[in-house]
C-alpha cells in the first residue's frame, strides 16, 4: 500500500512561487515514476508534471519554464517549484506514484490571487 502526503499548499498572490511536497510512505521509491496533477473548480484533472525513477521529466505547455518537478529518493518525497504563478494554476494539486498501478494523495489547495 502506498500512501502520499502532499504539503505547501496556500494562497499566494500573482507572480509568486511557492514549493509543494509530496512525502510517500512505501518501499523502494526510486522505482516510482512520480507526478502532479492538478483539478481547477468545474474542470477535469489534468497533468501538470512527471519525473520518472531515472530523473526524466515531463511538463505540461501550460507550466513549462515555470514550474520544475525533482525528487529525494533518500527522502521518498518529490517536489513541484512553482515560480511566476498565474491565477489560472488556481486548483486542487495532487501527487502520484506509478509502478504498474497509479496512487493518489488527498491533494494540496493552491490559490493564485491577489
Known amino acids: 500500500q502506498v500512501q502520499l502526503v502532499e504539503s505547501g499548499g496556500g494562497l499566494v498572490q500573482p507572480g509568486g512561487s511557492l514549493r509543494l511536497s509530496c512525502a510517500a510512505s512505501v518501499i523502494r521509491f526510486s522505482i516510482y515514476r512520480m507526478g502532479w496533477y492538478r483539478q481547477a473548480p468545474g474542470k477535469q484533472r489534468d497533468l501538470v508534471a512527471t519525473i520518472t525513477s531515472g530523473g526524466t521529466t515531463n511538463y505540461a505547455d501550460s507550466v513549462k519554464g515555470r514550474f520544475t518537478i525533482s525528487r529525494d529518493n533518500a527522502k521518498n518525497t518529490v517536489y513541484l517549484q512553482m515560480n511566476s504563478l498565474k491565477p489560472e494554476d488556481t486548483a486542487v494539486y495532487y501527487c502520484?506514484?506509478?509502478?504498474?498501478?497509479?496512487?493518489w494523495g488527498q491533494g494540496t489547495q493552491v490559490t493564485v490571487s491577489s
Open positions: 502520484t506514484a506509478y509502478n504498474y498501478v497509479n496512487y
